[in-house]
């Protein structure tokens, strides 16, 4: 299994561009999270999705979308990027809700 | 308001000695705990975990306590070795209201000197 997965490793965006960053799990979770994680800091929730077509709102979504069409993928949109939304970005998934797979994060700049 | 927090920032051992990293959660009907070790440009790794009925649990050279009465968690790493430098994060949950979500602490960042 190659677990989970995240593309790309790094971006630089321009303020006002968008880009969808990719997650995809081999492990047939049902479970997927998006955090983001900034500097010294711990991880806050952005969304999660219990299953696929099924996703919510997590404690900071403001700016993020996500879509759930299949088990494997869980993307993260970032529409009109903002210098707020610098950060690394993970994403994770869990076939009980309990011990959570991260994938390798992505790095967004904005500037 | 829930939150997760270390009491250290940053933690310096000497190799060999053995690492204490602790943590308080505020969150009472908290059912499970987690630490996580995340290295540099790397995504958080499972090191251990424990169940509100527990008190104590080991692994290979980690121990993790939880005092439910003190709401105080600890890692407990015998012999660190260089290896071991990283941030530790402890987590509490799940969130069964939100999808499992779990609350994560600020980290500790562990630093080892041969």
């Known amino acids: 299994n190659a677990g989970v997965t995240q593309t790309p490793k790094f971006r630089i965006l321009k303020i006002g561009q968008s880009m969808t960053l990719q997650c995809t799990q081999d492990?047939?979770?049902?479970?997927m999270y998006w955090y983001r994680q900034d500097p010294g800091m711990g991880l806050k929730l952005i969304y999660y999705?219990?299953?696929?077509?099924?996703?919510d709102k997590g404690e900071v979504p403001n700016g993020y979308n996500v879509s759930r069409s299949t088990t494997e993928d869980f993307p993260l949109r970032l529409e009109l990027a903002a210098p707020s939304q610098t950060s690394v970005y993970f994403c994770?998934?869990?076939?009980?809700?309990?011990?959570?797979?991260f994938g390798p994060g992505t790095r967004l700049t904005v500037t | 308001g829930e939150s997760v927090g270390l009491h250290l920032p940053t933690l310096s051992v000497q190799e060999g000695d053995n690492s204490i990293i602790n943590c308080a959660y505020s969150?009472?009907?908290?059912?499970?705990f987690i630490w996580y070790k995340q290295e540099s440009g790397k995504g958080p790794q499972f090191i251990i975990d424990?169940?509100?009925?527990?008190d104590k649990r080991q692994g290979q050279r980690v121990t993790v306590l939880l005092n439910k009465t003190v709401k105080h968690l600890s890692l407990q790493i015998a012999a660190t070795q260089p290896g071991d430098s990283a941030v530790y994060f402890c987590?509490?949950?799940?969130?069964?209201?939100?999808?499992?979500?779990?609350?994560f602490g600020q980290g500790t960042e562990l630093s080892v000197k041969p």
């Open positions: 994770a998934s869990t076939p009980n809700r309990d011990e959570q797979y």
């Open positions: 492990m047939n979770h049902n479970y």
């Open positions: 999705s219990v299953g696929a077509g099924i996703t």
């Open positions: 969150n009472s009907a908290s059912d499970y």
């Open positions: 424990i169940r509100s009925n527990m």
């Open positions: 987590a509490e949950g799940p969130d069964y209201n939100q999808g499992g979500k779990l609350i």
